[in-house]
């Protein structure tokens, strides 16, 4: 049995692309001393990746503290929010971990929290007295 030399009708020589063969460019060279692929880009050596500090773990319970506060622990959440933040940015400044923005919005919310307790507050009582002002000055035939 002999092989065909030839390709059978409408299909494509074997040897043959249809798309044009392009090289990569030549541009990037490696410098000497370089190891690997990409320009720029040196072999092993250097410092190791830095780890960010830890944070601090006042600032962790603020923050968790102010979201109790708006949620669970509506009023008591928030003020150990509003007396946690501060502790926690101070020991921050005095060690150099990390999260002080954690103790700022702990702050925040803790702040916030006590905002709307005390408008909640001051909606009861309004409520209330104006129903009970109602009631007393209703008269009875």
Sequence with gaps: MSVPTTPPPGQPDPGYSPYPQQGYPQGYQQQPGQQGGHPGQYGYGGYPPVAPPANNTMAVMALVAGICGLTALPFIGSIAAVI?????????????????????????LGWVGIGIA????????????????????TSGY
């Design 84 to 108: 946690i933040g501060p502790m926690a940015k101070k020991e921050i400044a005095r060690t150099g971990e990390g999260g002080a923005s954690l103790a700022t919005w702990g702050q925040i």
């Design 118 to 137: 005390v408008l909640g507050g001051l909606f009861f009582v309004f409520v209330w007295g104006a129903v009970l002002w109602g009631i007393g000055t």
